[in-house]
């Protein structure tokens, strides 16, 4: 009897561990807590209630037109928010800039460990010890940025860091791809596909 009630229970505790999993694998991404499965104009409102606001700051002035912008704090970090729509009005990428980090390449290994921390192996991964010196370090990662890449359920997270010469800073990026909303835009050309 202790057998079949243990076997009963085990048979429902699996089932519901299977259905959580199951419904985990089809949930959208979230981003400060706000989901991305919402159109885009309620996500900016969303966002504006945490303290979000339109528009640019003053330093980053290369926008394109096709997204929406909008800059506060995110992680207790000055940013800029770069919101991308999707084809059915949904959001299908959010790009988190960050501009005057403090010690640029440790910063970068610290968040690295804390997401590989969170989300286990990256699907891809090019961190690699840059050169001593710091003009070096700057000229390397012009050229060849950081990029870790984490598969996770619902989307893409992706870390960058990179020198820009126009901004003169280092640029760290946290990108969101909610793969449920996302679609390529395929180009008539050779070029890049890009999301």
């Avoid at 912008?69 to 000055?78: D, Q, S, T, V, W």
Wanted: aromatic residues 14%; charged residues 15%.
């Amino acid at each position: 009897m202790r057998y079949a009630l243990f076997l009963v229970l085990f048979l429902s505790c699996l089932k519901g561990s299977a259905q959580d999993i199951f419904n985990q694998s089809n949930q959208h991404l979230k981003f400060s807590g706000v989901s991305m499965a919402s159109p885009l104009s309620d996500f900016i409102d969303t966002l504006k209630t945490q303290g979000y606001q339109d528009g640019l700051s003053a330093k980053w002035q290369h926008p394109v037109k096709a997204k929406s912008y909008m800059h506060g704090r995110f992680e207790n970090l000055n940013c800029v928010l770069e919101i991308g729509q999707s084809v059915s009005g949904g959001v299908d990428t959010l790009c988190v800039y960050f501009v005057n980090i403090n010690n640029p390449l440790i910063s970068y290994k610290i968040l690295n460990n804390f997401y590989r921390s969170r989300y286990g192996k990256p699907i891809f991964d090019n961190y690699y010890a840059p050169m001593d010196y710091f003009s070096k370090a700057k000229l390397q990662l012009a050229t060849d940025p950081f990029i870790t890449t984490f598969s996770i359920s619902g989307g893409i997270i992706q870390l960058g860091l990179k020198y820009d010469e126009k901004l003169n800073d280092y640029v760290y990026t946290i990108l969101f791809v909610d793969t449920l909303n996302a679609a390529p835009v395929i180009p008539d050309d050779d070029s890049v596909i890009e999301w």
